[in-house]
């Protein structure tokens, strides 16, 4: 498996035949590109091209050439992009001054900025600009990121890594006239970035000509050889450095295929009468997320329903399948800051569905409950038994923790049962639809949610003790008797006894105890 870190597909020189090239680049092994945006015409590109593919990313940035019309606002626009990993490509260029140089200096302070705000990685150009650039990047001595390129000597590499700075090399790596190689020598292979720079700088066999991400395989080669290790050992550190340093997970390939998989607990549906009814309760509107996407089952049916449609899946052997449908693609595991990021960068607050995985099922209903405020309402499909934990009444066996705090900020509604014939593999249990729609009738600072989220754990901590007991185990610190008695509660009385009301009292007093003492 190869990664190009840097190429510029959003160029005009790709117009023609964008699609073949990356084919190309797929057929060869790569299965990673990083797309890097050097104004706001290209990050327009690169985006679109990203939403596109699911192994394409782009990074949002003002390149030194363009430090003239570099604008803050498109930069930090794209920056919530479920896709943009990055900032850059930025830095400094003296080699051709294209602009100015004061210009190109405010320019790559405001996106070091950006980056820290938006806690982005950032890809760095620097061309006979070491020492200013150096400089700059001291100043900011918490940003991480890699040196596209690089053009440094020696002193300049031992400077980078110390900070922490990946090294970014290319075709030029390939030539017969490379000067750097002893220098390249020293790079350690977990500080190594591969790229193309596409389309330009590509490798010697293919010198002079237009330059495309399918050519990284022959820099890898050269890297390897100078750095005298394997091909495969260096593919395999760039693959892991590319994916820590952007935060992205790589393409993972299966040998069972399109066969689901026990370890990602799939179970896909495989009733499309079951699936039309499930996507009818999301209806129609702007922006819907699915969670789960599998091979399209339901996506096929939202993204004739919404203006765009989200498809969040961690399994790439779904991904053919899930390109078929037109959805946007997202080959992660769902998490509730993807889906703020999809909700802040489309403008629109989503509906969610979903066919949960049985045994993500729970962490992801807490990230949607996290997420509460980006969606309108979500219609997701769970076990039997979880829907029937999640909706339990007070005094019931099932009540408990998900009882209390979704019945707060949910109103919760059963839609159907489906039976595991439905499924495929079959599973040993039924499945019911639930439509989970988030309230707002409490004020902000009337529920201290990490002041109800800490007592309503500690009082179903220990469920065959009483809630004092309980509470008492968990929080030792504090005057428990007190806090109940204030709030009305027995302290013989047992946690599933208690209302969710009661536990927002419970919460209220606990805060105000715990900062009174």
């Known amino acids: 498996m190869l990664v190009d870190t840097h190429a510029h597909l959003d160029f005009s020189q790709f117009e023609t035949d964008r699609d073949d090239v990356i084919s190309r680049a797929w057929e060869a092994g790569i299965r990673t590109i990083v797309l890097p945006g050097i104004n706001t015409e290209s990050l327009i590109k690169a985006c679109r091209i990203a939403e596109k593919h699911p192994h394409i990313w782009f990074a949002a940035g003002c390149h030194p050439h363009d430090a003239g019309t570099f604008d803050t606002d498109d930069i930090e626009y ?12 930025t830095g400094l260029d003296f080699y051709r001054d294209l602009a100015p140089r004061e210009l190109q200096e405010q320019a790559f302070r405001e996106q070091l900025e950006i980056a820290k705000r938006f806690n982005l990685p950032v890809i760095i150009h620097i061309r006979e600009a070491w020492p200013d650039a150096r400089r700059i990047l001291d100043e900011h001595p918490d940003i991480r990121g890699v040196l596209h390129s690089f053009s440094g000597n020696e002193d300049d590499l031992n400077w980078a890594l110390k900070r922490g700075y990946y090294i970014g090399l290319g075709g030029p790596v390939t030539f017969g006239n490379f000067e750097k190689a002893e220098l390249v020598a020293k790079i350690p292979p977990e500080r190594l970035l591969t790229e193309t720079d596409s389309p330009y700088l590509a490798p010697q066999s293919h010198r002079g000509k237009r330059n495309e991400p399918a050519y990284i395989s022959e820099i890898t080669e050269k890297l390897a050889e100078i750095m005298g290790i394997s091909v495969d050992e260096l593919s395999k550190s760039v693959c892991r450095n590319t994916s820590e340093l952007f935060d992205i997970p790589l393409p993972r390939f299966s ?7 026990n370890s990602l607990s799939q179970n896909f549906l495989v009733d499309d009468n079951i699936a039309r009814k499930i996507c009818g309760l999301a209806g129609e509107g702007p922006l819907c997320v699915e969670i789960g996407a599998g091979n399209g089952e339901l996506t096929r049916y939202l993204v004739r329903q919404f203006d765009k449609v989200w498809a969040i899946e961690p399994d790439w052997d ?33 509906v969610v569905v979903g066919n949960l995985p049985y045994s993500d099922t729970s962490p992801i209903l807490f990230a949607l409950f996290e997420s509460r405020e980006t969606f309108d309402f979500a219609v997701v499909t769970v076990q039997k038994e979880f829907a029937e934990r999640l909706t339990a009444p007070v005094g019931s066996r099932e009540y408990g923790i998900p009882s209390v705090l979704f019945a707060l900020f949910f109103d919760i509604k059963k839609g159907f049962d489906i039976s595991p014939g439905c499924f495929w593999p079959v599973p040993k249990v039924t499945s019911t639809v639930l439509i989970l729609e988030p309230l707002f009738g409490f004020a902000k600072n009337e529920i201290c949610l990490d002041s109800l989220k800490t007592v309503v754990r500690a009082a179903f901590a220990h469920r065959r003790k009483t809630i004092r007991n309980s509470m008492l185990i968990e929080l030792p610190a504090i005057d428990i008797d007190r806090i109940l008695e204030i709030t009305g509660i027995q302290p013989d009385a047992r946690a599933e006894t208690i209302p969710p009301s009661k536990f927002v009292e419970l919460a209220d007093n606990y805060a105000t105890i715990d900062i009174l003492f």
């Open 78 to 89: 794209f920056c919530p992009h479920p896709k943009c990993i990055a900032i850059g490509e």
């Open 318 to 350: 779904r991904m053919d399948a899930l390109k078929k449908t037109g959805a946007n693609i997202l080959p992660t595991a769902f998490k509730k800051d993807r889906l703020a990021a999809i909700s802040e960068f489309e403008g629109e607050e989503c």
């Open 255 to 261: 040998h069972r295929g399109d066969a689901p998989k």
